[in-house]
């Protein structure tokens, strides 16, 4: 995932917390303490999507949002609060909120909150920056490396990226999926039309239905006005379903009806809505293996592949290596006001030959915190994690916290990455399940 987010909340650990959730997805995380420091943040840095408290010691969190609105209209705002009433939700949303919540329902609801409000982010972007921005940001001049396997990804989606044909993206956690989703989109005749990312994992299958589809007016209980769905919002332009084995059998019954006919039934509505829309997939199982056991409609499947890009890891891409790390430390020095970073031959060799199980986005975290740590410009292996070369122990192993590690990293590869899933199966709350995460350093799927 990509975007920049600013926390600005005066419980310090708290704010802490919440960050560290997120940049777990992904995303690059901002604190302020009080709104002062968060509209000052605003005006230096290119932000995407504030959280902000209503309770701060200088200014109301509700009247915080106006002036974020005034200067910056195209962030999104979502407001926390400990004690939630109906009349500060309505007061936020009239001040241009995206959201509302209570503190304490965040755990479970605050991923995918934030997903929506930075896919609005992105449609907004495309109307808000100049054609040639976008292009050079989401292109595949993002795309870094020179290894035979990633030409040959590449290659492919520069060909597939002219037509309007569906493109199934497979590869594991960590690749890049989405940056190619983006560059195919960026590259096409749909270019000046919106892009819009769906992490299918994210959602409750209700959920997920009706961001898709959309729904009329008293559909059910509090569908209070109509609601144009995601695939009528990329009308025109490209929708990118990310994890996409991860959709419940009647939701994929659905889809193959838009393939097929580019066309659905809202919840609710007893007229078709037709669409132009290019469908992009991603996922990091085996979906004809899955179709086999009766996990995925065989028909979907193989609707989806018509055009399948297989994106390796990046231990099958071992010569990028080194030239990502330099990428990304160059990047994060630039955004540190540091001088560009050397490699010492030390800290090549310990890249060289870490597994790298959470591919590109775990090379690109370790980069971060090596730019952070280093006082001189030569990155050196002693500024790498503690244990960055160890592996499991092949043995037995008898120790809880190894044994319990072990048993988390089984789950989530069980689920594919799928974190509400795997808090789930382990019969824990998704907070607690990160705090761990953490805690082991066992990296983030997507």
Known sequence: MEGTILVIDDEKKLAGLLSRILELEGYRLLQAYTAKDGLRILNQEDVDVVLSDVKLPDINGIELVRLIKQSKPFVEVINLTAFGSIEDGV????????????KGDDNDKIIPLVAKAMEKVRLGGNKAFPRDKT????????????????????ELSLRVSKTNTTVLLQGETGTGKEVFANAIHYGSPRAEKAFIAVNCSGFSSELLESELFGYKAGAFTGALKDKKGLLEEANNGTIFLDEIGEMNLSLQARLLRVLESQSFIKVGDTKPTTVDVRIIAATNLD???EAEKGNFREDLFYRLSVFTIALPSLSERREDIGILAGYYLDDFAEKMNKPPFSMDSGFIRALNTHPWKG???ELKNVMERVAILADEPVATADLLPAGFNASLPDGPVFDMQTMEK?????????TGGNKTETARLLGIGLTTLYRKMEEYKIPAAK
């Open 406 to 414: 072990q048993h988390i990293m089984k789950v989530l590869s069980h």
């Open 91 to 102: 007061s936020a949303i009239k001040r241009g909120a995206f959201d509302y919540i209570t």
């Open 287 to 289: 979906l004809q293996r």
């Open 135 to 154: 292009k050079r940001k989401y292109g595949f001049d993002q795309v870094i490396g020179r290894s035979a396997a990633i030409k040959k990804a590449v």
């Open 359 to 361: 591919n590109i986005r």
